[in-house]
């Protein structure tokens, strides 16, 4: 008999709440798949939740208050279940919980459990301790999360992540990534194939795979040799019905010429980039242990353009890092006008408990910090527009992944992964068909049916 046949009582709701980047999003819908075995099916709302779990991100201040605030409003929900005579579990994963575990027991103690990301396969032994205490399980255990963690139970859907390599050992100063998510692990080849077929066998079309720093992969092939990205992506390219692939997030750095050739060479491989700068200054750069000067960016982005014209490119900027005069500054708003982004994620420098920025001299002030924020963001977002509004009149393969049903729309992504919203019927959900695009947003564009007729191999689940 299973050791775990006296859990496996059906019915029960599993609600999991998800922050912060992909990998989280990736990891929540894999708890979900460790702990469906044990009759545990997910639900939208915690209401009746007969568990609870808050996905974290510790990447900015505010994500930890909302963890905090998120908690004291979920504690009604537990004491209303109890009152009805249910015990209902608590439980905080993710990035905040391994940065601070001790801390939020301490400061809730309805919570039961508090685990970090690389203990998510052995979420089934600590339910089972956790009848009788309450579980802090915060290890990095030397042997990877992925090797536990049982094939996928939750439909995926058309698009879906796939994590194919965690943790990071570049120790930027503001970051608190490789203290949350441990050191730098690249999963084999084999068992990232293994993953994509099922994904597909589930109807996937689009695979998005993941990691801190995705294109540092460097996984063990069934060669016996160590493969890149580029490499890895080619083999994902072969496997029939995947028909299209993203990579996120890479670092300058890794950038290297066999991944940038691969965006010319394989059509599946969709023609957008987000490549993070953070800022335009070598001096800030160097301050913030980025490990490359602005020049390499410009040189990636000319090759890339090279390799594959259209592609659009993302990026993450930071402003106010400490240190940063007017001049630095300046050379980020260059840095934007000179490469022009389709996309891109700008945030505030916000200190980080334990990371070597925080305690540096000559930190910019709130009011700085949200003037800079404020004039870059105008640019990017005036960039992001105008990107949008080049399209209008194009007709564009949409991969549409989302059904909204009280509009009779449907949500698809362009293959520069713009969003684009059509009035069409709901069965065509998982489909790729061409759009003629109508009109542009800031965020999102709206589109037209060319013809409902998929332009490949449905997609479809
Ligand atoms: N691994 C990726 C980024 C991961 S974190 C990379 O190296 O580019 C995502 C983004 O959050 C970062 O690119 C950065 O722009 C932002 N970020 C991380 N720490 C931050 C901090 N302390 N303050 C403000 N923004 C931060
Ligand atoms: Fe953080 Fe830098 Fe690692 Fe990215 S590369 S996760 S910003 S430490
Ligand atoms: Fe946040 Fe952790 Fe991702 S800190 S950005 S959830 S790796």
Redesign the pocket.
Known sequence: MDVWDNMKETGKKLYIKTWG?QMNVYDSRRMADVLAPLGYSAVETPDEADMIILNTCH??EKATDKVFSELGRLREHKQAQEKKGRRMLMAVAGCVAQAEGEFIMERAPYVDMVFGPQTYHELPQMIMRVTGERVVNTNFPAESKFDFLPDEHTAPGPSAFLSVQEG?D?F?T????PYTRGSEYSRPVAAILDEARRLRDAGTAEITLLG??VNAYHGGGPDGKTWGLGRLLAAITELEGIERLRYT?S?PRDMDDELIEAHGALPKLMPFLHL?V?SGSDNVLKAMNRKHEISLYYEIVEKLRKARPDIALSS???AGFPGETEDDFEQTIKLVRDIGFAYA?S??????PG?P?AVMQKQISEKEKTARLHHLQSLLFQQQTDYNSRTVGLTLPVLLDRVIEEKGQLHGRTPYNQAVHITAPADLYGRIIDVSITRAFQNSLTGEPVSTVPVVKSARI
Request: hydrophobic share 30%; net charge positive.
């Open positions: 980047c990447i900015r990071c570049k930027c503001f970051c608190v990534v801190q720093n997030t670092h993070p953070q993450d900027f930071i994620y945030f505030k420098y916000s200190a980080r990371t920025a």
